[in-house]
């Protein structure tokens, strides 16, 4: 599986960003999808999680209310809508996906294939 992710940049606080991940090489319907972000000096940690339908979600304490995570399993992609963005969001994020059961995992180790990283970064 070949996970791309785009869409991030510089953007001032209180502002949005929406991050896209494009995945490839297995069916995509059949991966649930994380996104995770690591700032300098920091470990890796859980943003959001998505099911394999998009019915279920699941989000880190400090984004919830602030990032909507979605998926499009017609174009292979899934999304994180970031708004009303804060100077401590500014990391490289990170979208995985899993093809165990269950679907929503908050932890590094539970998935199985990641993406190379895009750099979100909030001026104050």
């Known amino acids: 599986v070949q996970l791309v992710e785009s869409g991030g940049g510089l953007v001032q606080a209180g502002g949005s960003l929406r991050l896209s991940c494009a995945a490839s090489?297995?069916?995509?319907?059949?991966?649930?999808m994380g996104w995770f972000r690591q700032a300098p000096g920091k470990e890796r940690e859980f943003v959001a999680a998505?099911?394999?339908?998009?019915?279920?979600?699941d989000y880190a304490g400090s984004v919830k209310g602030r990032f909507t995570i979605s998926r499009d399993n017609a174009k292979n992609t899934a999304y994180l809508q970031m708004n009303s963005l804060k100077s401590e969001d500014t990391a490289v994020y990170y979208c995985a996906a899993r093809y165990l059961l269950p679907d929503l995992r908050v932890g590094v180790y539970d998935y199985n294939y990641w993406g190379q990283g895009t750099q979100v970064t909030v001026s104050s």
């Open positions: 998505i099911s394999r339908t998009g019915g279920n979600t």
């Open positions: 090489g297995r069916t995509f319907s059949g991966l649930a």
